[in-house]
Protein backbone atom coordinates (compact mmCIF):
# COMPACT_ATOMS: atom_id res chain seq x y z
CA UNK A 1 0.00 0.00 0.00
CA UNK A 2 1.19 3.35 -0.55
CA UNK A 3 1.64 5.80 1.87
CA UNK A 4 -0.47 8.22 0.05
CA UNK A 5 -3.18 7.60 -2.02
CA UNK A 6 -5.02 9.49 -4.82
CA UNK A 7 -8.55 8.50 -6.72
CA UNK A 8 -6.26 8.74 -10.24
CA UNK A 9 -10.18 10.14 -12.15
CA UNK A 10 -10.47 11.17 -14.80
CA UNK A 11 -12.99 14.16 -13.53
CA UNK A 12 -15.13 15.65 -15.71
CA UNK A 13 -17.10 18.52 -14.08
CA UNK A 14 -18.92 21.57 -15.73
CA UNK A 15 -17.46 25.04 -15.78
CA UNK A 16 -18.18 26.64 -13.06
CA UNK A 17 -18.93 23.51 -10.79
CA UNK A 18 -17.13 23.32 -7.39
CA UNK A 19 -14.36 20.44 -7.57
CA UNK A 20 -13.46 18.50 -4.61
CA UNK A 21 -9.98 16.85 -4.57
CA UNK A 22 -8.87 14.24 -1.88
CA UNK A 23 -5.82 12.18 -0.51
CA UNK A 24 -5.49 9.98 2.13
CA UNK A 25 -1.85 9.29 3.55
CA UNK A 26 -0.79 6.73 6.35
CA UNK A 27 2.00 8.20 7.79
CA UNK A 28 1.77 10.01 11.34
CA UNK A 29 4.82 12.13 11.06
CA UNK A 30 3.51 14.05 8.34
CA UNK A 31 3.34 17.26 8.79
CA UNK A 32 3.64 19.65 5.71
CA UNK A 33 0.84 18.74 2.68
CA UNK A 34 1.27 20.40 -0.41
CA UNK A 35 -0.92 20.54 -3.48
CA UNK A 36 0.44 20.75 -7.32
CA UNK A 37 -1.06 21.45 -10.66
CA UNK A 38 0.45 19.76 -13.49
CA UNK A 39 -0.24 20.09 -17.50
CA UNK A 40 0.26 17.95 -20.02
CA UNK A 41 4.32 17.82 -20.58
CA UNK A 42 5.52 20.35 -18.10
CA UNK A 43 6.52 20.18 -14.32
CA UNK A 44 4.44 20.12 -11.14
CA UNK A 45 3.79 23.84 -9.91
CA UNK A 46 2.90 24.64 -6.34
CA UNK A 47 -0.72 25.58 -5.79
CA UNK A 48 -1.40 25.33 -1.79
CA UNK A 49 0.55 24.57 0.73
CA UNK A 50 -0.20 23.84 4.65
CA UNK A 51 1.27 22.95 7.62
CA UNK A 52 -0.18 20.72 10.46
CA UNK A 53 -4.05 20.41 10.17
CA UNK A 54 -6.67 23.30 8.67
CA UNK A 55 -7.87 25.07 6.36
CA UNK A 56 -6.17 27.66 3.74
CA UNK A 57 -8.05 29.95 1.53
CA UNK A 58 -6.16 31.33 -1.47
CA UNK A 59 -8.85 32.80 -4.01
CA UNK A 60 -11.00 29.91 -5.77
CA UNK A 61 -9.08 27.69 -3.70
CA UNK A 62 -9.23 25.77 -0.70
CA UNK A 63 -6.82 23.22 0.97
CA UNK A 64 -8.00 21.44 4.22
CA UNK A 65 -6.03 18.76 6.29
CA UNK A 66 -7.75 16.40 8.82
CA UNK A 67 -4.80 14.44 10.46
CA UNK A 68 -7.40 13.03 12.84
CA UNK A 69 -8.61 11.13 9.93
CA UNK A 70 -5.46 11.89 7.50
CA UNK A 71 -7.29 13.45 4.86
CA UNK A 72 -6.28 16.29 2.26
CA UNK A 73 -8.95 17.64 0.27
CA UNK A 74 -8.63 20.73 -2.43
CA UNK A 75 -11.43 22.45 -3.57
CA UNK A 76 -11.85 24.16 -6.28
CA UNK A 77 -14.78 27.13 -7.06
CA UNK A 78 -15.85 28.23 -9.87
CA UNK A 79 -14.09 26.04 -12.04
CA UNK A 80 -12.72 26.72 -15.27
CA UNK A 81 -11.51 25.63 -18.29
CA UNK A 82 -7.98 26.28 -17.70
CA UNK A 83 -8.26 24.41 -14.33
CA UNK A 84 -8.04 21.20 -16.95
CA UNK A 85 -4.80 19.58 -15.29
CA UNK A 86 -3.47 16.78 -13.26
CA UNK A 87 -3.40 17.72 -9.51
CA UNK A 88 -1.02 16.06 -7.27
CA UNK A 89 -1.09 15.95 -3.17
CA UNK A 90 2.04 15.59 -2.03
CA UNK A 91 3.47 15.50 2.28
CA UNK A 92 6.45 15.16 4.11
CA UNK A 93 7.88 15.34 7.38
CA UNK A 94 10.30 17.44 8.92
CA UNK A 95 13.29 14.98 9.32
CA UNK A 96 13.14 14.27 5.42
CA UNK A 97 13.06 16.73 2.86
CA UNK A 98 11.98 14.63 0.09
CA UNK A 99 7.89 14.64 -0.65
CA UNK A 100 5.70 11.91 -1.26
CA UNK A 101 3.37 12.29 -3.67
CA UNK A 102 0.09 11.01 -4.64
CA UNK A 103 -0.64 9.35 -7.66
CA UNK A 104 -2.51 12.59 -9.42
CA UNK A 105 -6.18 12.98 -9.99
CA UNK A 106 -6.95 14.17 -13.52
CA UNK A 107 -9.37 16.76 -13.95
CA UNK A 108 -11.19 18.02 -17.14
CA UNK A 109 -13.62 21.25 -16.98
CA UNK A 110 -15.85 21.12 -20.00
CA UNK A 111 -16.45 24.48 -21.51
CA UNK B 1 17.88 32.02 -15.00
CA UNK B 2 13.74 32.80 -14.24
CA UNK B 3 12.66 29.05 -14.44
CA UNK B 4 14.42 25.39 -13.99
CA UNK B 5 16.18 24.23 -17.07
CA UNK B 6 16.43 20.73 -17.91
CA UNK B 7 18.09 19.14 -21.07
CA UNK B 8 17.21 17.25 -23.21
CA UNK B 9 13.54 17.98 -23.23
CA UNK B 10 13.42 14.10 -24.87
CA UNK B 11 15.83 11.34 -25.07
CA UNK B 12 15.48 8.21 -26.93
CA UNK B 13 17.87 5.16 -25.77
CA UNK B 14 18.78 1.43 -26.52
CA UNK B 15 18.80 -0.73 -23.93
CA UNK B 16 22.29 -0.90 -22.77
CA UNK B 17 22.98 2.74 -23.51
CA UNK B 18 24.52 5.20 -21.20
CA UNK B 19 22.30 8.63 -20.77
CA UNK B 20 23.25 11.90 -18.94
CA UNK B 21 20.08 14.28 -18.26
CA UNK B 22 20.67 18.14 -17.02
CA UNK B 23 19.88 20.68 -14.82
CA UNK B 24 19.95 23.79 -14.69
CA UNK B 25 18.71 25.11 -11.24
CA UNK B 26 17.32 28.28 -10.39
CA UNK B 27 20.64 30.82 -9.62
CA UNK B 28 21.27 30.42 -5.98
CA UNK B 29 18.61 27.97 -4.76
CA UNK B 30 20.56 25.39 -2.31
CA UNK B 31 18.36 22.55 -2.45
CA UNK B 32 18.09 20.55 -5.31
CA UNK B 33 16.32 17.54 -6.04
CA UNK B 34 15.56 14.61 -8.51
CA UNK B 35 12.36 12.84 -9.35
CA UNK B 36 11.36 9.54 -11.07
CA UNK B 37 7.98 10.18 -12.77
CA UNK B 38 6.24 6.86 -14.26
CA UNK B 39 3.20 7.49 -17.13
CA UNK B 40 -0.25 7.96 -14.61
CA UNK B 41 1.72 8.45 -11.27
CA UNK B 42 3.06 10.98 -9.59
CA UNK B 43 6.51 12.07 -8.78
CA UNK B 44 9.07 9.64 -7.06
CA UNK B 45 11.76 10.89 -5.18
CA UNK B 46 15.30 10.03 -6.28
CA UNK B 47 17.88 11.96 -4.52
CA UNK B 48 18.24 15.27 -2.44
CA UNK B 49 21.48 18.02 -2.88
CA UNK B 50 22.58 20.77 -0.59
CA UNK B 51 24.77 22.78 -2.33
CA UNK B 52 27.40 20.12 -3.81
CA UNK B 53 26.73 17.61 -1.13
CA UNK B 54 24.39 14.84 -1.54
CA UNK B 55 22.46 14.30 1.47
CA UNK B 56 19.90 11.87 0.50
CA UNK B 57 19.93 9.45 -2.47
CA UNK B 58 17.61 6.31 -0.48
CA UNK B 59 15.47 6.96 -3.76
CA UNK B 60 18.03 5.76 -6.40
CA UNK B 61 16.66 2.44 -7.94
CA UNK B 62 19.79 0.25 -8.53
CA UNK B 63 23.88 1.46 -8.85
CA UNK B 64 23.05 2.09 -12.16
CA UNK B 65 21.72 5.30 -11.10
CA UNK B 66 24.18 8.30 -9.97
CA UNK B 67 23.83 11.78 -9.67
CA UNK B 68 26.13 14.95 -9.34
CA UNK B 69 26.25 18.72 -8.59
CA UNK B 70 30.06 19.16 -8.43
CA UNK B 71 29.80 23.05 -7.98
CA UNK B 72 26.59 23.23 -6.15
CA UNK B 73 24.58 24.65 -9.30
CA UNK B 74 24.09 22.35 -12.46
CA UNK B 75 23.46 18.71 -11.58
CA UNK B 76 23.84 15.51 -13.94
CA UNK B 77 21.29 12.62 -13.52
CA UNK B 78 23.47 9.67 -14.89
CA UNK B 79 21.92 6.05 -15.86
CA UNK B 80 23.97 3.52 -16.93
CA UNK B 81 22.76 0.49 -19.14
CA UNK B 82 19.78 1.98 -19.29
CA UNK B 83 17.05 -0.74 -19.06
CA UNK B 84 13.08 -0.86 -20.33
CA UNK B 85 11.21 0.32 -16.48
CA UNK B 86 14.12 3.00 -16.67
CA UNK B 87 11.43 4.83 -19.00
CA UNK B 88 9.63 7.46 -17.45
CA UNK B 89 9.83 11.57 -16.93
CA UNK B 90 12.66 12.46 -14.85
CA UNK B 91 12.29 15.74 -13.01
CA UNK B 92 14.72 17.88 -11.59
CA UNK B 93 13.11 20.57 -8.63
CA UNK B 94 15.20 23.85 -6.94
CA UNK B 95 14.45 25.30 -3.62
CA UNK B 96 15.99 28.49 -2.06
CA UNK B 97 16.18 27.14 1.58
CA UNK B 98 17.11 24.27 2.73
CA UNK B 99 14.28 22.26 2.81
CA UNK B 100 11.60 21.79 -0.02
CA UNK B 101 8.79 22.26 2.48
CA UNK B 102 8.45 25.57 3.76
CA UNK B 103 9.04 27.24 0.24
CA UNK B 104 7.66 25.00 -1.87
CA UNK B 105 9.60 23.70 -4.97
CA UNK B 106 10.33 24.85 -8.57
CA UNK B 107 10.41 22.68 -10.37
CA UNK B 108 11.81 21.85 -14.33
CA UNK B 109 9.59 20.39 -17.41
CA UNK B 110 11.73 17.34 -17.33
CA UNK B 111 13.24 15.05 -19.62
CA UNK B 112 11.14 12.72 -21.21
CA UNK B 113 13.60 9.21 -21.35
CA UNK B 114 12.22 6.16 -23.75
CA UNK B 115 14.39 2.94 -23.49
CA UNK B 116 13.49 0.80 -26.59
Known amino acids: QKEVEQDPGPLSVPEGAIVSLNCTYSNSAFQYFMWYRQYSRKGPELLMY????GNKEDGRFTAQVDKSSKYISLFIRDSQPSDSATYLCATSDTGRRALTFGSGTRLQVQP | GAGVSQSPRYKVAKRGQDVALRCDPI?????LFWYQQALGQGPEFLTY????????KSGLPSDRFFAERPEGSVSTLKIQRTQQEDSAVYLC??????????????FGSGTRLTVV
Open chain 2, 93 to 106: ASSLGLGGQNYGYT
Open chain 2, 49 to 56: FQNEAQLD
Open chain 2, 27 to 31: SGHVS
Open chain 1, 50 to 53: TYSS
